[in-house]
């Protein structure tokens, strides 16, 4: 997965995805967040649920351990390692959702630069990422050491030859169950590794180059550029 992704809708839009009737404890506002270029580092609205209650915050994407000083900040985790490998160690139990409206990879087509694609659901309803991160909470005060990861995934079908790893997208309940502090972390680790949304379920397409400058955003950066092509079909479109 490349470092690039839309987050536009307004948190409701994003609760209403989820399907979750829990009380919401929103410090994110209600606007919608109008983030078309989002890139590392970007502050983006992130889910978390404690106890009974559903918290939305403004988190920075891209997170690594007190003393991992050595290395920039990884923005995404692979579900073969995140579970166990001693990076993420300290935030594997902290689970959370980010919730998109799309996200980017390049292709290279052969022309002097890559081509960009953009990769939406289908019915352009919000994607539900799996992530895990540190952030406020009940035991956490706001830190500057906050910041989160999405967990990726082989790609399969279609989608490999856009890019050869992607979120793992869950459906609304197993987003839910994922959230619950309740749920094992065993069951956890078995939802992200096997239970990502199919290929069947998005559809992709060229957009312009000037993606490719996080100074450009707006809603014009998502418009397509050539013919939409779906999960049950081979090629770029």
């Known amino acids: 997965m490349c470092g690039r992704l839309s987050q536009y809708s307004g948190i409701h839009d994003f609760v209403a995805a989820l399907s979750m009737p829990n009380a919401l404890v929103n410090s994110t506002g209600e606007q919608p967040f109008q983030r078309y270029n989002a890139a590392p580092t970007t502050q983006l609205a992130l889910f978390h649920q404690e106890n009974e209650y559903l918290h939305a915050d403004m988190v920075r994407w891209g997170w690594r351990p007190h003393w991992a000083k050595d290395r920039a900040a990884p923005i995404n985790s692979r579900v073969e390692k995140v579970a166990h490998g001693p990076f993420f160690r300290a935030i594997w139990p902290n689970r959370a959702i980010i919730a998109i409206n799309n996200w980017f990879e390049w292709v290279d087509e052969g022309g002097p630069k890559k081509q960009p694609y953009l990769i939406r659901h289908r019915d352009q309803s919000p994607i539900l990422c799996a992530a895990i991160g540190q952030y406020p909470n009940a035991d956490h005060e706001p830190s500057e050491h906050d910041g989160f990861v999405i967990?990726?995934?082989d790609?399969?079908?279609?989608?490999?030859d856009i890019h050869d790893r992607r979120p793992v997208a869950l459906s609304?309940?197993?987003?839910?169950?994922?959230?619950?502090?309740?749920?094992?972390k065993e069951r956890a680790e078995q939802m992200v590794m096997h239970q990502g949304e199919p290929t069947e379920t998005f559809e992709w397409f060229k957009v312009d180059p000037a993606i490719g400058n996080?100074?450009?955003s707006g809603p014009e950066l998502i418009?397509?550029?050539?013919?939409i092509t779906g999960g049950d079909y081979k090629g770029n479109g």
Do not use: H, Y
């Not at 609304?172 to 094992?184: G, H, Y």
């Open 172 to 184: 609304a309940d197993f987003a839910r169950e994922w959230l619950n502090p309740a749920t094992p």
């Open 151 to 153: 967990i990726t995934a």
């Open 155 to 160: 790609s399969a079908g279609g989608m490999v």
């Open 223 to 227: 418009q397509p550029k050539g013919k």
């Open 214 to 216: 996080v100074r450009n």
